[in-house]
């Protein structure tokens, strides 16, 4: 893991001091076009090893995302998962919750939403709302408890209880990894102005969002507190500085590449009988085709096919990919300065059709 994203990440032995975080920290960049070649890269990464992931089906993830409102949890989750398979991957945004779902414990609602083995479920909000929102207004004290249990000091009870829980979704096969897109005020404020300001924005504007700025130091002691409280080895915090969008969505891009590694997903192995069914099956397949029955030789070399554009910006953004996880493994990522402003320097339409993921990064880095 890089130091950089080293700075980020919480997991339970150095202490998170919010008022002390440099929220617009562009780490080592000095600005998005240095950025642009490294976020492809790992937007590519991430589809590899999502590929992996579901295969193996040994394992599940979920990444959490809190924030302040306009921290660009949205744009972050649209930009940085864009490279997924959509059948491996499923996003739940949490809102306020409805009567039925108040009517229960408080992690009940996320059962359902918890990833199958080789999944991975985005919480765009989740049960952290509990020990935020929830504990800025008290939100326990508007439901009904059974008497043993009315002097209860309930928020303090949720960190260890979610502690235990995500350990126990550890222990049985899920990881779950939380980030914390850590916007200033004043950012806040700006992009507010701009949503107003801005007619396609206006539907994100919301008057409720305007009021919660009045609690803003207890919301900060509260994502502070739960930082403290909920990180462990198993289930980190990473806390995201967020006033640049460009190097959030950066960071958090490293961040699901470098969980992604971790998890370590392989292709399955085939086992002896499945091994002796394949050569059956070919030689059937190949004998209805009329083909050698042995597997591919020099003499059934496929003809050279002709580069299509598509193919040679694929086959950049690939050797970007192997560069970076070479240069990481030294332990060094180069910057390559010149490349990053080619890159970012082509013109908007320059996708040659299929390239979605330059498209999207560079949409995301601006
Ligand atoms: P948004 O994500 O901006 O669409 O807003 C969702 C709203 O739901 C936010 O204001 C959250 O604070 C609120 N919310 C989510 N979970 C809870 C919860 N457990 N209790 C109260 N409010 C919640
Ligand atoms: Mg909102």
New binding site residues.
């Given amino acids: 893991m890089s130091e950089e994203l080293k700075k980020y990440r919480f997991t339970g032995d150095g202490k998170f001091n919010i008022s002390s975080f440099d929220r617009a920290d562009t780490g080592s960049f000095s600005g998005r076009d240095e950025a642009v070649d490294e976020f492809i890269a790992n937007l590519h990464e991430i589809n590899r090893l999502q590929q992996k992931l579901y295969a193996a089906r040994r394992e599940g993830v979920i990444f959490i995302f809190q924030a302040m409102?306009a921290a660009g949890?949205d744009g972050v989750i649209r930009t940085v998962f864009s490279t997924l398979s959509p059948h491996g991957v499923k996003e739940y945004?949490?809102?306020?919750?409805s009567s039925v779902e108040q009517s229960h414990d408080?992690l009940w609602r996320f059962w359902s939403a918890l990833p199958a083995k080789g999944n991975i479920s985005i919480f765009?909000?989740s049960?952290y709302?509990?020990v935020?929102?929830?504990r800025v207004h008290s939100?326990y004290k508007n439901q009904l408890w059974p008497k043993r249990l009315e002097d209860n000091d309930f928020i303090s009870d949720r960190y260890s209880q979610i502690v235990n829980f995500e350990q126990y979704l550890y222990d049985t096969g899920t990881r779950v990894v939380k980030i914390f897109l850590n916007v200033s005020k004043e950012e806040q404020a700006r992009r507010f102005i701009s949503r107003i300001d801005t007619p396609k924005k206006n539907w994100k504007v919301?008057s409720?969002?305007m009021a919660?700025r009045d609690y803003w130091d207890e919301y900060m002691d509260a994502f502070e507190t739960m930082v403290n409280k909920t990180s462990t080895a198993h289930s980190p915090w990473y806390v995201v500085p967020a006033d640049s969008k460009w190097y959030a969505r950066l960071t958090v891009s490293r961040i699901v590449v470098e969980t992604l590694r971790e998890m370590a997903p392989e292709y399955p192995d085939v086992d002896e009988a499945e091994a002796k069914l394949f050569a059956e099956n070919r030689a059937k397949l190949a004998a209805e085709l009329g083909i050698s029955d042995a597997p591919a030789e020099p003499a059934e070399k496929p003809k050279k096919e002709k580069k299509t554009k598509a193919d040679k910006v694929f086959a950049k953004a690939d050797s970007v990919t192997e560069d970076i996880i070479k240069d990481e493994e030294e332990g060094k990522i180069k910057k390559e300065k010149k490349s990053a402003k080619k890159a970012s320097k082509a013109p908007a339409d320059d996708d040659s059709g299929f390239d979605a993921v330059s498209v999207i990064a560079r949409e995301a880095m601006s």
């Fill in positions: 409102d949890k945004c949490f809102k306020v919750p408080y765009n909000r049960y709302e509990d935020l929102v929830g939100l919301s409720g969002d919660e």
